[in-house]
């Protein structure tokens, strides 16, 4: 278990920076420079091909930029040899060319958009874009969008593969249970001290006049676009939505992007370049513009307005949620039929009220993990016992007032398999997940032109890249 543990946090430590290494070119020649030697130290040498594989190469540099960039994400290096970074390099490489062999498509216009918001997002955490031109010492901006291009398409690419490779991966509860057995008693996993939290939400309610003063804004908007108008600077300017504002609420989609069925619905309906009227979901009022049909899947952009909520509505609904609160204490309903019946989130509704850890997918969250907000609101509260009339606002200005209360504390334990079978279950998939890359790796690694050059052959490996 100690090593399957330190297995992962590797891997995992190597994933999160695989996104930003370096994208390689592809051979031109089988030309070898001599490479810079295997030791950690930084002095400059004589840059050259260290590896190759299938019509990728590594350069001695990459290896040194994957410092660089692993240092400039706040992550510590000193643990991460220059063998074990080749290593990871020469798995990138594998997956990417493999991803080729595969016809895996990833499309060049995919690519764009996801580099233009990365790029805005660079801009706004440096200041301009010359100054990230110049953080990764590029002449021009159109010489860094090459470069940048290239690097986020193989990464494309590998991530594409390896979810090809552990999408089919799943296990049975035999298996689970196999596993878990498998465990020696002085290794089994410490969980922390979790709970179980539920809540009610009340929202307030909003007047048919402000519903109607964002309606004729966005009507304003639409008839200011048809007379030549940007919509991109419109959304940058007023659109609510935190996701796609700064740029100029753009979304991707197909009939199966996870969208409120409204959204789909207006969006599919209309014609390229058509933009729509006003119409509201549960997030507000939207207009939405068809920038591009591509068969099943559109580029669009939106507007979103939220109405405001009056001090009125606000108090009305501070009332209903204390009345609730009311009732609860007084023993004429349960907290979980209260949510049933009267609360206005759906998401809860349905199950009592009762919150969903979006990391692990099940109603337990452990304390050291916990999101802060949520963490002050219940770390007081005893079990059983429920909070005051909480008034709350999301990332778009909505508000919502709601009762929150701890139904289960779980202790800091040892695992449990009935207890914690979700949680073990989620190991023995990773160590699932884990085998079956590795056996991906042994075989196509057989399979593919792999070349190491120089003092990096006296590397020791996790795979057989040298093929001995």
Known sequence: MKFLKNKIALTICLLVFSGVMTAQEVIKDSTVVPAKRVQSNMRQKVDGVIATVGDFIIL?????????????????????????????????KLYAHQAIQDSIVVTD??????????????????????????????????????????????????????????????VTPEEVRTFFKKIPASELPLFGSEMEVAQIVVTPKVSAEEKQKVIDKLK????????????????VLYSQDPGSRSNGGFYKMTRKTPFVKEFKDIAFALAEGEISEPFETDFGFHIIYVEKIRGQEIDLRHILLIPKVTEESLREAKERITLIKKRIEDKEITFADAARTLSDEKETRANGGTLINPKTQDTRFELTKMDPSLYGQVSGLKEGEVSNPLLEEDQKGAKKYKLITVTNRIDEHTANYTQDYIKIKNIALKEKQIKEIGRWSEEKIKETYVKINGEYRNCVFTNNWLKK
């Open 109 to 170: 216009d995919e690519i764009k958009k996801t580099m233009d918001d990365r790029i805005n997002y660079m801009v706004e955490q440096i200041g301009s874009l010359d100054k990230v031109v110049k953080y990764y010492k590029k002449n021009s901006e159109e010489e860094f969008r090459t470069y940048f291009f290239d690097i986020l398409k193989e990464n494309r690419l590998t991530e594409e593969m390896q979810k090809k490779i552990v999408d089919a991966v799943e």
């Open 60 to 92: 001695d540099s990459d290896i040194d930029k994957a410092y660089l960039e692993i240092s400039s994400q706040g992550n510590s290096v000193k643990d991460i040899t220059r063998c074990q970074m080749l290593g990871k390099l020469l798995e990138d």
């Open 220 to 235: 304003e908007f639409k008839k200011e676009i048809q007379e030549g108008a940007s919509f991109f600077s419109k959304a």
